[in-house]
């Protein structure tokens, strides 16, 4: 087995049996990012010479046999994370050049458990898409195909795990913007519980929604890099002070007796009909794993898009405010006064979707319509959540279909803003509640991959990972590499 499709135990196994060292292991990634990265556009940064330089440190403390379960294994960072002497630009024109000085909570963790950083992943602006083509450095491609998107916002770390560019990488999810990429490019990824990990130096897009996860080929491995990730950061007043169990010792829980809900709202109409057959097999699958499978409802779910695209704008609109030409980021030539300052540096730094964004929010929050939507969508809300809370209450995790189809062409969808904004339908929901929730492949269509959706209880991630992990021991979706890249 070549060391790219290995997963992170077996590599984990490999360093601490010096088969291979984590110089030689980083230098095999790098090697596949110069090799690919042209074509898919998935890395805006390689940090090369870091790499090594962690990789070396890495390899010192194995041979003292001091080295973590991550130590030596090379993963990448979305670029909204903050990273100490490294570019961080949320694909923005607005950020282009910004170093940070300081590096976010997730990077620090990740590097304290003794990962290497091999770069940082492109994105969609902001993360304000669903298709990772609203980056000012052009678009993500799909690695099963290079004519369709790879799913956004974290189109850049769906991408490189899933050609297999780097073996891990993080991710954020503010309506589904870790597991809808996943699903459309055949990885694991999860989103946990709002407040689990920290947001602390996650640059903020609607700071009521987004949350950090993980992006790999498995759900074990996603249960390896969550545990060092989660935790209390006093920096972060959103922050859930609360014990982290053993992801990966958890995997082991068996899946029978388990209660399995069906959301009878995600099998409606928009749902396309093979991609609706892939997961009512998968449906099966787990019904001769031992579980129980029984019809739910969450009657206000289908309320979840419009919610959202009130909720996550106005939020927007407040966090976008301190890009203003003055204190960092892009600021226009020759200003003639501070109003032009503002006006042209927002105007030309931002792309149109952030824009379109940044317009929706201000327009909810202003007197005389803040009563009308923006209160009326957190009222909305709050009935997603108490549907959820009911629906939990006879089972123990939710299945559905991730996303309504497989991946979409490139431009297909540019340019209708609503058709685009339903791709997220069946994610969004998980997220107003602020739910644990990922993504596993369960097929193909088309040879493009079909991704399976589990939503659980708040701080169920152990769980969740398990009964990914039972439903990936029985098939082999995960395993299988877009053929250029295997």
């Given at each position: 087995?070549?060391?790219?499709?290995?997963?992170?135990?077996?590599?984990?196994?490999?360093?601490?049996?010096?088969?291979?060292s984590?110089?030689?292991?980083?230098?095999?990634?790098?090697?596949?990012?110069?090799?690919?990265?042209?074509?898919?556009?998935?890395?805006?940064?390689?940090?090369?010479?870091?790499?090594?330089?962690?990789?070396?440190?890495?390899?010192?403390?194995?041979?003292?046999?001091?080295?973590?379960?991550?130590?030596?294994?090379?993963?990448?960072?979305?670029?909204?994370?903050?990273?100490?002497?490294?570019?961080?630009?949320?694909a923005?024109?607005?950020?282009?050049?910004?170093?940070?000085?300081?590096?976010?909570?997730?990077?620090?963790?990740?590097?304290?458990?003794?990962?290497?950083?091999?770069?940082?992943?492109?994105?969609?602006?902001?993360?304000?898409?669903?298709?990772?083509?609203?980056?000012?450095?052009?678009?993500?491609?799909?690695?099963?195909?290079?004519?369709?998107?790879?799913?956004?916002?974290s189109?850049?770390?769906?991408?490189?795990?899933?050609?297999?560019?780097?073996?891990?990488?993080?991710?954020t999810?503010?309506?589904?913007?870790?597991?809808?990429?996943?699903?459309l490019?055949?990885?694991s990824?999860?989103?946990?519980?709002?407040?689990?990990?920290?947001?602390?130096?996650?640059?903020?897009?609607?700071?009521?929604?987004?949350?950090?996860?993980?992006?790999?080929?498995?759900?074990?491995?996603?249960?390896?890099?969550l545990?060092?990730?989660?935790?209390?950061?006093?920096?972060?007043?959103?922050?859930?002070?609360?014990?982290?169990?053993?992801?990966?010792?958890?995997?082991?829980?068996?899946?029978?007796?388990?209660?399995?809900?069906?959301?009878?709202?995600?099998?409606?109409?928009?749902?396309e009909?093979?991609?609706?057959?892939?997961?009512?097999?998968?449906?099966?699958?787990?019904?001769?794993?031992?579980?129980?499978?029984?019809?739910?409802?969450?009657?206000?779910?289908?309320?979840?898009?419009?919610?959202?695209?009130?909720?996550?704008?106005?939020?927007?609109?407040?966090?976008?405010?301190?890009?203003?030409?003055?204190?960092?980021?892009?600021?226009?030539?020759?200003?003639?006064?501070?109003?032009?300052l503002?006006?042209?540096?927002?105007?030309?730094?931002?792309?149109?979707?952030?824009?379109?964004?940044?317009?929706?929010?201000?327009?909810?929050?202003?007197?005389?319509?803040?009563?009308?939507?923006?209160?009326?969508?957190?009222?909305v809300?709050?009935?997603?959540?108490?549907?959820?809370?009911?629906?939990?209450?006879?089972?123990?995790?939710l299945?559905g279909?991730?996303?309504?189809?497989?991946?979409?062409?490139?431009?297909d969808?540019?340019?209708?803003?609503?058709t685009?904004?339903l791709?997220?339908?069946?994610?969004?929901?998980?997220?107003?509640?602020?739910?644990?929730?990922?993504?596993?492949?369960?097929?193909?269509?088309n040879?493009?991959?079909?991704?399976?959706?589990?939503?659980?209880?708040?701080?169920?991630?152990?769980?969740?990972l398990a009964?990914?992990?039972?439903?990936?021991?029985v098939?082999?979706?995960?395993?299988?590499?877009?053929?250029?890249?295997?």
């Amino acid at each position: 087995m070549t060391l790219h499709t290995r997963s992170l135990a077996a590599l984990a196994l490999g360093l601490t049996a010096r088969e291979f060292s984590s110089v030689e292991l980083t230098q095999h990634f790098l090697d596949r990012i110069a090799a690919s990265n042209g074509a898919l556009n998935a890395f805006l940064t390689v940090t090369a010479e870091r790499a090594l330089s962690d990789a070396k440190r890495a390899d010192a403390l194995l041979a003292k046999n001091q080295g973590g379960a991550l130590t030596g294994i090379p993963i990448a960072h979305k670029d909204i994370f903050c990273t100490d002497g490294i570019q961080t630009t949320c694909a923005s024109k607005m950020l282009k050049g910004f170093v940070a000085p300081y590096d976010a909570a997730v990077v620090e963790r990740l590097t304290a458990a003794g990962t290497v950083l091999l770069g940082k992943t492109n994105m969609d602006e902001f993360a304000m898409g669903s298709s990772n083509e609203t980056s000012h450095f052009g678009p993500v491609k799909n690695p099963w195909d290079l004519a369709k998107v790879p799913g956004g916002s974290s189109g850049g770390s769906a991408a490189v795990v899933a050609a297999r560019l780097a073996p891990a990488a993080t991710g954020t999810d503010t309506g589904g913007s870790i597991r809808q990429p996943a699903a459309l490019t055949g990885i694991s990824g999860i989103k946990p519980t709002y407040g689990r990990v920290s947001r602390y130096g996650m640059i903020a897009f609607a700071s009521s929604l987004d949350q950090a996860g993980i992006m790999a080929a498995s759900a074990e491995d996603c249960a390896a890099l969550l545990a060092p990730m989660a935790g209390f950061d006093a920096r972060d007043s959103t922050s859930v002070e609360r014990a982290v169990p053993d992801y990966v010792a958890g995997l082991q829980q068996s899946l029978k007796g388990l209660k399995i809900g069906i959301l009878k709202e995600f099998f409606a109409e928009g749902l396309e009909a093979h991609t609706g057959a892939r997961v009512q097999a998968a449906i099966e699958e787990y019904r001769r794993l031992g579980a129980e499978i029984v019809e739910v409802s969450c009657p206000n779910l289908p309320l979840s898009v419009p919610t959202y695209y009130v909720v996550a704008p106005a939020e927007a609109s407040s966090n976008l405010s301190r890009f203003d030409g003055v204190r960092f980021g892009y600021r226009c030539e020759n200003p003639r006064d501070l109003l032009d300052l503002y006006k042209r540096s927002r105007g030309e730094g931002f792309g149109s979707e952030v824009k379109r964004r940044i317009m929706t929010g201000t327009y909810v929050l202003s007197a005389g319509y803040y009563d009308a939507y923006y209160l009326k969508a957190q009222k909305v809300r709050s009935l997603i959540t108490d549907d959820f809370k009911r629906a939990f209450s006879q089972v123990d995790v939710l299945l559905g279909p991730t996303a309504p189809g497989p991946a979409f062409a490139i431009g297909d969808k540019v340019d209708d803003p609503v058709t685009m904004y339903l791709n997220d339908i069946y994610t969004i929901g998980a997220n107003l509640a602020g739910l644990p929730a990922m993504s596993i492949p369960c097929g193909f269509v088309n040879e493009l991959p079909v991704g399976l959706q589990l939503i659980g209880p708040h701080f169920s991630e152990s769980q969740l990972l398990a009964v990914a992990h039972g439903y990936q021991q029985v098939t082999d979706f995960h395993s299988r590499v877009p053929a250029a890249y295997a």
